[in-house]
């Protein structure tokens, strides 16, 4: 599903992924577990295109992410929810779900299924959809995030530190909600970064440990698993 070959990536030319290579796939929950500055949230960037490659490749099933500009890799149903949430404060909660999706040309009908399933699966925002993108408090604002990454994410969905600092209730609820994802949509992978991964409890089907941009020995081979090769988002698309 998800196919890392050997990246590498720089910010102001420091090095901070040097040299990744891993597959994680599809069906799967994997974690990248690392301190601080490790590289977990380069990596995520990096598959969402916001980070250039110096080198190697970041392939979705056998397609290479580089043909797709950033803007575009939404649409091949990958959902991100960044460690800073990010919601519009001017919209709902309902009409920060629906965005997204209706950025990427989804009918009426398909983003009112997405919403359906998103609900199934965290319930909880439920009773937020009426309230202002400014109205949430850090937790809910993280429960939301996750909401809006699972509205478009129908083959990949990343999770940057979603337990950091959540109250114990709502670490239990989160982590719930990834439950009933799995169950719902078996079909997804979902990839998740943490700092404590004493948080992630027995969630995680495979663990990455990352250390100054590398991962460590025997991280490399999670699985056989051949990758899949049909997609209903062609890259030919992306020129």
Do not use: W
Not at 74 to 86: H, S, T
Not at 118 to 126: G, H, M, N, R, Y
């Amino acid at each position: 599903m998800l196919h890392f070959e050997n990246i590498s990536a720089d910010i102001l030319q420091a090095p901070v992924l040097r040299g990744i290579q891993a597959s994680l796939p599809q069906g799967s929950l994997s974690a990248v577990v690392g301190r601080n500055g490790a590289g977990k949230t380069t990596l995520l960037r990096a598959i969402m295109g916001f980070v250039p490659l110096r080198g190697g490749r970041i392939l979705l099933d056998d397609s290479d992410l580089a043909k797709v500009p950033a803007h575009g890799r939404a649409r091949l149903g990958i959902g991100y929810a960044p460690q800073e949430r990010v919601m519009f404060p001017t919209l709902t909660v309902e009409e920060n779900l629906r965005l997204p999706c209706q950025v990427i040309g989804m009918s009426r009908a398909e983003v009112d299924a997405r919403l359906a399933l998103t609900l199934e699966v965290a319930p909880q925002l439920k009773e937020m959809l009426p309230r202002s993108g400014a109205a949430l408090s850090g937790g809910q604002g993280k429960m939301a995030a996750f909401g809006r990454a699972l509205m478009v994410g129908t083959r990949l969905i990343l999770l940057d530190e979603p337990f950091q600092g959540l109250a114990p209730a709502l670490a239990g609820q989160y982590g719930e909600a990834l439950k009933r994802l799995q169950q719902r949509a078996p079909e997804l992978c979902v990839v998740i970064t943490e700092s404590n991964g004493s948080l992630l409890r027995d969630l995680p089907d495979h663990v990455l440990h990352i250390e100054r941009g590398a991962l460590l020995p025997d991280q490399a081979a999670l699985t056989s698993v051949a990758p899949v090769t049909s997609s209903s988002f062609p890259l030919e698309a992306y020129p």
